[in-house]
């Protein structure tokens, strides 16, 4: 895809990953659409790019974690910039630890955000995309999609989710002219990997999670993320994996599952506390 003259939209674009992606795609031409529920950092953002090329931004303070929440997303972008070419879910939360200590509110929040506003964006934006021809959708998963993430059963479950309906939206749409792409990096060094304002055992970073990504390999910064991204969109391949060993453990992970979990335990012990 060329990104010239194309209108995009990316969630969780206030910090983070999606501001960098957000950056990189006008940079490359297109009109942005940022999208998050920190209006703050979003204005910030908006302001920015449109120093840069007056129009070409448009914030929607937004919570995607509502099928409500995506559809006045999607309409207000359509409203502004008119067909959207391509729509970026990249929003996410890591909250949510073991059994006992997760309650349903954070299980719920982790499906509907990490999930299930990845399948009700794509479900508004789909008539229009088929009846077009095309369409690009994107999202933000994560290595712990393809592998798991130690201290958190919510991340673990909801980012596989995620790569489970890229796959599946790609099965079913690719031949009608819809572009899927699937980011699923280890640690990238924004908020969420370095969170300051969470209480210890709340999220899956702080509870061993994050010491566990970070032994697993480098932290990449944002923008070098998105830089591979837009290079992977550009080419229009399936999966963005920034980490290559990802590829490594998860080779060993389709090789040998039980050598493979005994290791996930190892790895567990050492960072958990840590
Ligand atoms: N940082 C990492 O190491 C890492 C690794 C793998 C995957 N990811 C994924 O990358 C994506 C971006 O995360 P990040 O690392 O940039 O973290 P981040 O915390 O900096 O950014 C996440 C953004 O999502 C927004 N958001 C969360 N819930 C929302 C909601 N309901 N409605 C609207 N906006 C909402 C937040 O306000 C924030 O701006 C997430 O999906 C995350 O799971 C991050």
Redesign the pocket.
């Known amino acids: 895809m060329n990104f010239e003259g194309k209108t995009t939209v990316v ?2 674009a ?5 501001a960098a992606l957000a950056r990189r795609f006008h940079t490359a031409g297109a009109r942005v659409v940022v ?4 209006a703050k ?1 979003l204005e910030a953002i908006e302001k920015e790019l449109n120093s840069i090329r007056p129009d070409s931004a448009f914030a929607v303070v ?4 509502t099928e409500a ?1 995506n559809v006045a997303l999607i309409d207000a972008a359509r409203a502004k910039f008119g067909f959207i070419d391509l729509f970026y879910a ?5 909250t949510g630890t073991d059994l006992e200590s997760t309650d349903e509110a954070t299980w719920n929040a982790a499906m509907n ?2 999930l299930h506003a990845h399948r009700w964006a794509a479900k508004h934006l789909m008539g229009e995309w088929l009846a077009a021809g095309e369409g690009y959708f994107c999202s ?1 998963a ?3 999609g393809l592998l798991s993430q130690i201290g958190s059963g919510p991340y673990s479950v909801t ?1 596989h989710g995620a790569v489970a309906f890229a796959e599946w939206l790609s099965i079913t749409y690719g031949d009608r002219g819809i572009r899927v792409t699937t980011l699923c ?4 060094n ?4 370095n969170p300051t304002d969470a209480p210890a055992a709340t999220t899956a970073v702080n509870s061993g999670g994050g010491s566990a ?1 970070k032994a697993s390999g480098a932290v990449l910064e ?1 923008s070098e993320v998105a830089d591979i991204v837009y290079d992977t969109i550009v080419a229009e391949k399936f999966l963005v994996m920034p980490h290559p060993e990802v590829h490594t453990y998860e080779k060993r992970k389709v090789d040998d599952r039980d050598r493979w979990l005994s290791g996930m335990r190892r790895l567990q012990a050492r960072v958990v506390g840590g």
Do not use: E, F, H
């Not at 206030?14 to 999606?18: E, K, L, S, T, Y």
């Not at 937004?62 to 974690?65: E, F, S």
């Not at 990096?185 to 990238?188: A, E, K």
């Not at 924004?190 to 990997?193: D, E, K, V």
């Open positions: 969630t969780g206030a910090n983070g990953i999606g999208a998050d529920r920190d950092n937004a919570d995607i974690g929440g990249n929003a996410g939360v890591a955000i990490n933000t994560s290595a712990a980012k990096p280890q640690g990238v924004t908020n969420m990997l990504v944002p």
